[in-house]
């Protein structure tokens, strides 16, 4: 498999595009990845793969099991409300953050007119605060194992979304506090919802070829 090349070390761009295709459901959690795998699908060598798996341990995306095994993580859909709690309260704090601190929101502006769904995302961003940044990033990451889909809305672009990003987003700049959390919880509804349609109508997993392992070919590179 070939990958669209970007800056940085090869490691993280291979890690980029394995991230993309875990957040999408390919290999689904559970299942086995394997450094030799990687390293043969993307023509790189294996350190290098090792090196790219190693990053997406440390997110949590993969998990090492004993004899250096890697599975996909499997986030259940039982867990996704308790997900959106966590992602909700993060997002409640960054938003009364801008609001206290007037921080520059021409980022979430953009991302409100060209990325409707990734505007949450970039609020918590624009809030400056480390924590809720890690929070609310493991947290989008976890979402999106268990939908198999990089966003929670199933239409990223819907006209009704891209209206609530901007309200928000001109809220927020208007640090007009009433506004800013009304249209907030009303995104929340609105990804609460997807999310809901999109476990009920989920398709049953699907064994995946790709990056996938022997049972013998997991050992750490030599």
Same mark, same amino acid.
Do not use: G, I, K, M
């Given at each position: 498999m070939t990958m669209a090349r970007r800056a940085g070390p090869l490691a993280e761009q291979l890690a980029h595009h394995l991230r993309e295709r875990l957040l999408q459901g390919d290999p689904r959690g559970g299942e086995r990845v394997s450094e030799l795998g990687v390293a043969n699908e993307y023509g790189v060598a294996r350190p290098t793969a090792k090196a790219a798996l190693d990053i997406l341990v440390m997110e949590g995306l993969v998990a090492r099991e004993p004899y250096a095994a890697l599975r996909v993580t499997t986030v259940e859909a039982r867990d996704v409300p308790e997900i959106l709690v966590l992602l909700e309260v993060a997002e409640r704090l960054a938003v009364a953050r801008i609001l206290r601190d007037g921080p520059d929101l021409r980022g979430v502006r953009d991302t409100a007119r060209t990325a409707p769904d990734r505007v949450l995302e970039s609020?918590? =961003?624009?809030a400056a605060s480390t924590r809720l940044a890690r929070t609310h990033r493991q947290g989008t990451l976890e979402l999106a194992l268990a939908l198999?889909?990089? !966003?929670?809305? /199933? %239409?990223p672009g819907a006209p009704d979304l891209r209206v609530l990003a901007e309200r928000l *987003? %001109? /809220? $927020?700049? @208007? $640090? %007009? *506090? =009433? %506004? &800013?959390?009304q249209t907030l919880a009303e995104l929340h509804d609105a990804r609460r919802a &997807?999310? !809901? /349609?999109? @476990? &009920? !109508? &989920? #398709? /049953? #997993?699907?064994p995946s070829e790709p990056v996938t392992a022997r049972a013998d070919d997991s050992a750490p590179a030599r």
């Open positions: 609020v918590v =961003e624009t198999s889909r990089r !966003t929670p809305f /199933a %239409d *987003a %001109d /809220a $927020l700049f @208007r $640090l %007009d *506090a =009433e %506004d &800013a959390h &997807a999310c !809901t /349609a999109s @476990r &009920a !109508t &989920a #398709p /049953a #997993p699907t």
